[in-house]
């Protein structure tokens, strides 16, 4: 499973989630900072990849668009370390199947 981190992810998130081996396309590496929700979720869906954001709006935004999957990790309830161990876990577990228009909560 591929992971498009949204511009509100964390380099260290991205870079931890590096270290284990996940494929990580980061908005601001990819210059898209800035862009809207709707460009990112057609990003994601042109990249093959799953969103991972802090986000509340893509939550909203997902029940009327299709995606290839959103994890979604409230930043002041999830640490660094929590975030990283939770993407790791799904994408180990889940297919990019299961994650068609699914949302994974960490």
């Known amino acids: 499973m591929k ?4 511009e509100n ?6 870079e931890g989630l590096r270290r284990r081996g996940i494929e990580v396309f980061s908005a601001k590496e990819l ?8 460009f990112h979720i057609k ?4 990249l093959k990849t799953v969103i991972l954001t802090h986000d509340v709006d893509f939550l909203i935004i997902a029940i009327s668009t ?7 990790s409230h930043s002041k309830n999830v ?10 876990l ?14 994974e909560f960490l």
């Open 9 to 14: 992810i964390e380099r260290s998130v991205i």
């Open 90 to 103: 799904i994408a180990n577990v889940l297919t990019e199947e299961d994650m068609e228009n699914h949302i």
């Open 31 to 38: 210059g898209h900072s800035g862009k809207s929700d709707e």
């Open 66 to 72: 299709n995606h290839n999957g959103i994890i979604f």
């Open 79 to 88: 640490s660094i370390g929590q975030c990283i161990r939770g993407v790791e």
């Open 43 to 46: 990003k994601a869906s042109e």
């Open 3 to 6: 992971i498009y981190a949204d």
